[in-house]
Each structure stands twice: as C-alpha cells, then as structure tokens.
C-alpha cells in the first residue's frame, strides 16, 4: 500500500481547492449565524411582538454585513 504513487495536484489546482474548502467554511458558519438569529427573532416574536423582533432581526443582520434592503 504504501508503495503506491500518488500524485499532487499542480500549484494551481491546490489554491483552488483551498479558497474553496475555506469559502465552504465560511458558508456554514455564516448559516449557523443565521439560522440562530432566526429561531431567536421568532422567539422574541413569541414573547414579545413581531415588530419589535424583526426590528432585532434586522440589527443582527446589519452586525454580520447582510442587509436586506440589497436584496430586493
């Protein structure tokens, strides 16, 4: 077994791979984030009001540099 060839990809191929292994992660902890502020704002709607919930929301979402008004 260990006297199989492996061959390593070029230079090129090996940053390509990284920026995305490392844009994956970023992804997921981004998802994370948001899926978080997500239950917590439909609990403050619970407990509190949806106004004032989506007004957190919104707050949250500005601190992690997603705003909503670019989306529409």
Do not use: C, Y
């Not at 077994?1 to 997921?28: C, D, G």
């Amino acid at each position: 077994m260990l006297n199989i060839p492996i061959t390593l990809p070029k230079e090129f191929t090996h940053q390509k791979i990284t920026e995305k292994v490392r844009a994956s992660r970023k992804a997921r902890e981004q998802s994370k984030k948001l899926l978080e502020i997500a239950k917590t704002g439909v609990e403050r709607a619970i407990e509190t009001d949806e106004a004032a919930a989506t007004t957190w929301m919104n707050h949250q979402l500005e601190a992690i540099g997603i705003n909503l008004s670019n989306l529409t």
